[in-house]
């Protein structure tokens, strides 16, 4: 009984000790081997979000007419009955004939002061199909009251879908020094309306649309696409879905308080367009591509058609070059960490926890894409038992310094605990722990104490005892007779 309670005593200290010790959620930019005019450039691969050309992409740059895609978002987001009849007055009209000479002969679908037969959805597919510049301010009065008021609405959208480059002046986007904008922001106006509103690339993607009859067309009378991408003729280009052009030919500064109609700035022109079709492995992609900036006249002083040339160049490549490439496979084993206190295992396989494809030009493979294991410090080595599937840090994939994505890194088995070696580690910590050898000096203490108190305790009764023998046989002895 007396060395169970001693080991009794030696366990609990060790347990003590033991309690005591330190306890053990995408983009990529390439670089097309031709000469772009464009002076802000912006691609997507819409299927991945992969960034596929970035040129200026945060450079502030006039939009022009692909502005009305902002006046058109904001209208989508306000129209509560799109074949109700509009307003058409002067408020709308006018402007364009106020002084501002960059406000003169604007694109037009010729929708009249007075007329009362054109509704929202005629307001909107002059908008976009043949760049109606009235059409952008009859829905501004028609939506906001105002158009200054409506501006404002076009401002706070921007800002609320994340833009930080841009401000818009007006709704048609002829010349204004505060009209501007990025390749990138205009880039996520577009597709947050393609994303929120599919009626959107419906009215875009129309190349003809009947408008209704006014008093110079008794029969009404067809508006046509300004995209050149989407109709027959030298820049026809199948599989694109119209967005918005914009053109500006030339632009007049305002000094000293005049126009300064004797220097005239040269213009600039803006596309946004989407292209879906088979790439050279067969398989369907569709992009974006967001321009500004390109020169409205070419070398020889003719309109240039620059925005055209460079889509094409840029779908061209992407679908002839760009296939969809696995760069990790899931349960691919990416490396080996250590294990602690495993069964007869000492390290485990570490793999991707899914599959990661990405677009890469076919002169290139998967070992272009660089691979940085990332693990979690405090999980490092394994301790054993875990199941498999424990993550323990993240596989970072990198293409020219961009980060494409992380892949999270999972155990590729399960680990079984090795009891005998945890709990000799165990005893081993709480040997090597200082407070374990005061303890064993109060242990040593208690049980010399033990042996001590044993000792005279065994002493003393002895004693008593042979006290008690002595007088008994003192009491038995015969008593001798005094004579």
Same mark, same amino acid.
């Given at each position: 009984?007396?060395?169970?309670?001693?080991?009794?005593?030696?366990?609990?200290?060790?347990?003590?000790?033991?309690?005591?010790?330190?306890?053990?959620?995408?983009?990529?930019?390439?670089?097309?081997?031709?000469?772009?005019?464009?002076?802000?450039?912006?691609?997507?691969?819409?299927?991945?979000?992969?960034?596929?050309?970035?040129?200026?992409?945060?450079?502030?740059?006039?939009?022009?007419?692909?502005?009305?895609?902002?006046?058109?978002?904001?209208?989508?987001?306000?129209?509560?009955?799109?074949?109700?009849?509009?307003?058409?007055?002067?408020?709308?009209?006018?402007?364009?004939?106020? &002084?501002?000479?960059? %406000? @003169? +002969?604007?694109?037009?679908?010729?929708?009249? $002061?007075?007329? *009362?037969?054109?509704? =929202?959805? /005629?307001?909107?597919?002059?908008?976009?199909?043949?760049?109606?510049?009235?059409?952008?301010?009859?829905?501004?009065?028609?939506?906001?009251?105002?158009?200054?008021?409506?501006?404002?609405?076009?401002?706070?959208?921007?800002?609320?879908?994340?833009?930080?480059?841009?401000?818009?002046?007006?709704?048609?986007?002829?010349?204004?020094?505060?009209?501007?904008?990025?390749?990138?922001?205009?880039?996520?106006?577009?597709?947050?309306?393609?994303?929120?509103?599919?009626?959107?690339?419906?009215?875009?993607?129309?190349?003809?649309?009947?408008?209704?009859?006014?008093?110079?067309?008794?029969?009404?009378?067809?508006?046509?696409?300004?995209?050149?991408?989407?109709?027959? &003729?030298?820049?026809? %280009? @199948? +599989?694109?879905?119209?967005?918005?052009?914009? $053109?500006?030919? *030339?632009?007049?500064? =305002?000094? /000293?308080?005049?126009?300064?109609?004797?220097?005239?700035?040269?213009?600039?022109?803006?596309?946004?367009?989407?292209?879906?079709?088979?790439?050279?492995?067969?398989?369907?992609?569709?992009?974006?591509?967001?321009?500004?900036?390109?020169?409205?006249?070419?070398?020889?002083?003719?309109?240039?058609?620059?925005?055209?040339?460079?889509?094409?160049?840029?779908?061209?490549?992407?679908?002839?070059?760009?296939?969809?490439?696995?760069?990790?496979?899931?349960?691919?084993?990416?490396?080996?960490?250590?294990?602690?206190?495993?069964?007869?295992?000492?390290?485990?396989?570490?793999?991707?926890?899914?599959?990661?494809?990405?677009?890469?030009?076919?002169?290139?493979?998967?070992?272009?894409?660089?691979?940085?294991?990332?693990?979690?410090?405090?999980?490092?080595?394994?301790?054993?038992?875990?199941?498999?599937?424990?993550?323990?840090?993240?596989?970072?994939?990198?293409?020219?310094?961009?980060?494409?994505?992380?892949?999270?890194?999972?155990?590729?088995?399960?680990?079984?605990?090795?009891?005998?070696?945890?709990?000799?580690?165990?005893?081993?910590?709480?040997v090597a722990n200082p407070l374990f050898k005061w303890l064993c000096v109060l242990v040593g203490v208690e049980l010399v104490l033990l042996i001590v108190t044993h000792y005279m305790k065994q002493s003393?009764?002895?004693?008593?005892?042979?006290?008690?023998?002595?007088?008994?046989?003192?009491?038995?002895?015969?008593?001798?007779?005094?004579?």
């Amino acid at each position: 009984m007396r060395k169970v309670k001693i080991f009794s005593v030696f366990m609990s200290i060790i347990l003590l000790c033991s309690t005591l010790l330190p306890s053990v959620s995408v983009s990529a930019a390439f670089t097309p081997k031709f000469a772009l005019h464009s002076e802000g450039v912006y691609m997507v691969n819409l299927d991945t979000d992969i960034v596929i050309v970035s040129k200026n992409a945060d450079k502030k740059l006039t939009p022009a007419s692909t502005t009305k895609i902002m006046t058109a978002l904001v209208a989508l987001e306000n129209i509560k009955d799109f074949d109700a009849k509009v307003v058409v007055n002067s408020t709308a009209t006018d402007e364009f004939w106020s &002084g501002n000479p960059n %406000y @003169e +002969g604007p694109s037009t679908a010729d929708i009249r $002061s007075g007329q *009362e037969n054109v509704t =929202y959805w /005629d307001c909107l597919y002059a908008l976009m199909v043949c760049s109606a510049c009235e059409a952008g301010n009859i829905l501004a009065v028609n939506i906001a009251g105002s158009i200054p008021d409506f501006v404002a609405m076009m401002n706070a959208k921007a800002a609320e879908i994340g833009c930080t480059g841009t401000h818009f002046a007006n709704t048609h986007g002829l010349y204004s020094e505060d009209n501007y904008t990025t390749a990138r922001d205009l880039y996520l106006i577009t597709r947050y309306a393609m994303d929120n509103y599919p009626g959107f690339m419906t009215i875009c993607s129309t190349t003809d649309y009947k408008m209704p009859a006014n008093s110079a067309n008794p029969d009404g009378y067809t508006i046509h696409t300004t995209n050149h991408l989407m109709v027959d &003729g030298s820049y026809y %280009y @199948e +599989g694109v879905e119209g967005v918005k052009t914009g $053109s500006i030919n *030339e632009y007049y500064e =305002y000094k /000293d308080g005049a126009w300064d109609t004797a220097n005239p700035k040269k213009g600039s022109m803006a596309l946004v367009t989407t292209c879906k079709k088979k790439g050279s492995d067969g398989r369907g992609y569709r992009y974006m591509i967001v321009t500004l900036g390109a020169p409205y006249y070419d070398e020889n002083g003719d309109k240039s058609n620059y925005s055209f040339k460079d889509h094409i160049a840029l779908y061209d490549w992407a679908f002839s070059e760009f296939v969809y490439t696995n760069i990790v496979k899931m349960n691919e084993q990416v490396t080996q960490v250590d294990v602690k206190h495993g069964k007869d295992v000492d390290k485990v396989g570490i793999c991707a926890a899914e599959d990661y494809y990405t677009l890469l030009e076919k002169s290139l493979n998967k070992t272009t894409v660089s691979q940085n294991v990332k693990l979690y410090s405090e999980r490092v080595p394994i301790q054993a038992p875990q199941n498999k599937g424990y993550e323990v840090g993240e596989l970072e994939l990198k293409l020219n310094d961009e980060t494409l994505a992380t892949v999270k890194l999972i155990t590729e088995s399960d680990l079984e605990l090795d009891t005998n070696a945890f709990y000799m580690e165990k005893i081993g910590q709480v040997v090597a722990n200082p407070l374990f050898k005061w303890l064993c000096v109060l242990v040593g203490v208690e049980l010399v104490l033990l042996i001590v108190t044993h000792y005279m305790k065994q002493s003393f009764r002895r004693k008593v005892e042979a006290m008690n023998r002595r007088r008994r046989i003192n009491m038995n002895s015969p008593k001798k007779r005094k004579y």
